[in-house]
C-alpha cells in the first residue's frame, strides 16, 4: 500500500517521515518553496531526540501522480484549502480511492464525501510544527501522535485496521474506532483555543472557557455527541510528551503558525466558525466564538503577527 500525503506540513510531513522511517512506501504533495526544498535537500523531521532526513518522490499535485487501486490518501491540508485540495484530487484519483483526513475540524470529512464513497476521519493529537521549507517537527517523544481511525460518518471496515496498523508500527499510536466522529467534535471544542494562542500568545486567560462552553452548548442543541474532557485525558494518558527540538520550544499550534509564515488565510472559519454556524442554526448564541472568528481572520489575512492583543481586547469587542 502507498501512502499519499497531500498537505506535507507540519501533521502531514511528521505523519509522512515516520512511515517512510518505518518502511512504509509513502509519495508526498506539496507547494512551491517546500516542494523545492524536499526535491532539493530531502525532508527534514526533527524530533526532540533524532533528526532524519528522506528523499521521498514529492509532487505540486495530484496531476503529476499516476494512481493507483493500492493507493491511499492521507489528507492533511488545512481547512480551508480542502475544497480545491479535492477538486484537484478528483480529477487524477480513481473514483474509490480512500480519503483520511487528518484535518482540525469536522467539515472536512463531508466536504470529501461530496467527492469520493470511501471517507475516514482522523481525530489528530500530534504537536508539530512547520515553519521553513522542506523542514517538518515533531515534538511529543517517544510517541509521535495519536491517530485513531474510523469511516465517516460511523462504521469500520478492514482499511481502518490497515492503516491503524500502519501509524502504530511508525511511533504513532492508533485505534479503530466506530463513532470516530465524536471523538473529532470533542477535538473540535479542543482546537477553539486555537485562535486565542494565535491572538494572545500562550497564556492563561478566561477566553479558552468562554469559547468551550459555547461549543457545548451548541453541540447539545444540535443533538452532537461529543467525547468528554475526562475520555480526553484518559486517551491521551501520558502518551503526548512535548519535549524541545533542537533547543527551542514549541511556539504555538497550527494557527500560530499560520500567522507566524505570514501566509493570509487560517482555519478559523472552520474551528470557531463551526461553532458560529451550528449557533445560528439552532438559535444559540455564541459571541466569543464569533468575535474571535472575526478578529483572527481580519488580522490574518493583513498578515498581523501573532500574540499582539490581549484578553481585554478582545472581549471589548464581543457583541452581547
Not at 12 to 40: K, M, N
Not at 114 to 130: D, E, S
Not at 166 to 190: C, E, G, I, P, T
Not at 296 to 312: C, D, K, S, W
Amino acid at each position: 500500500m502507498r501512502y499519499i500525503i497531500y498537505g506535507a506540513g507540519g501533521i502531514g510531513g511528521v505523519v509522512g517521515g515516520r512511515l517512510a522511517q518505518h518502511g512504509h512506501d509513502v509519495e508526498l504533495i506539496a507547494r512551491g518553496p517546500h516542494a523545492a526544498a524536499i526535491r532539493e535537500h530531502g525532508l527534514r523531521v526533527d524530533l526532540p531526540d533524532s533528526s532524519h532526513v528522506f528523499h521521498l518522490p514529492v509532487a505540486e499535485a495530484p496531476a503529476e501522480i499516476t494512481f493507483t487501486t493500492d493507493d491511499v490518501v492521507l489528507l492533511a491540508v488545512k481547512s480551508q484549502d480542502t475544497s480545491a485540495a479535492l477538486d484537484a484530487l478528483a480529477l487524477a484519483a480513481p473514483p474509490d480511492i480512500p480519503v483520511v483526513c487528518l484535518q482540525n475540524g469536522v467539515a472536512n470529512e463531508r466536504m470529501a464525501l461530496r467527492r469520493f464513497p470511501n471517507v475516514y476521519a482522523v481525530p489528530v493529537l500530534c504537536p508539530t510544527g512547520h515553519l521553513e521549507p522542506g523542514v517538518v517537527i515533531g515534538y511529543s517523544t517517544p510517541t509521535t501522535g495519536i491517530f485513531d481511525i474510523g469511516r465517516f460518518p460511523s462504521g469500520s471496515d478492514d482499511l481502518c485496521a490497515t492503516v491503524a496498523a500502519a501509524f502504530s508500527s511508525s511511533a504513532m499510536v492508533s485505534v479503530v474506532r466506530d463513532d470516530v466522529m465524536r471523538w473529532k467534535y470533542a477535538k473540535l471544542l479542543n482546537n477553539l483555543g486555537n485562535a486565542i494562542e494565535a491572538l494572545c500568545g500562550p497564556m492563561e486567560n478566561s477566553l479558552d472557557g468562554m469559547v468551550r462552553a459555547e461549543g457545548e452548548a451548541v453541540f447539545r442543541a444540535a443533538g452532537i455527541d461529543f467525547a468528554s474532557q475526562a475520555e480526553d485525558r484518559e486517551r491521551r494518558g501520558d502518551l503526548i510528551r512535548i519535549r524541545p527540538v533542537r533547543g527551542k520550544r514549541r511556539g504555538g499550534g497550527s494557527t500560530w503558525q499560520s500567522f507566524t509564515r505570514g501566509i493570509g488565510r487560517i482555519e478559523t472559519d472552520y474551528l470557531n466558525g463551526e461553532v458560529v454556524q451550528l449557533g445560528r442554526l439552532h438559535d444559540v448564541p455564541t459571541p466569543v466564538n464569533e468575535a474571535l472568528q472575526r478578529i483572527a481572520t481580519r488580522l490574518a489575512a493583513f498578515h498581523i503577527p501573532p500574540g499582539g492583543m490581549t484578553e481585554q481586547e478582545i472581549l471589548a469587542q464581543v457583541r452581547r
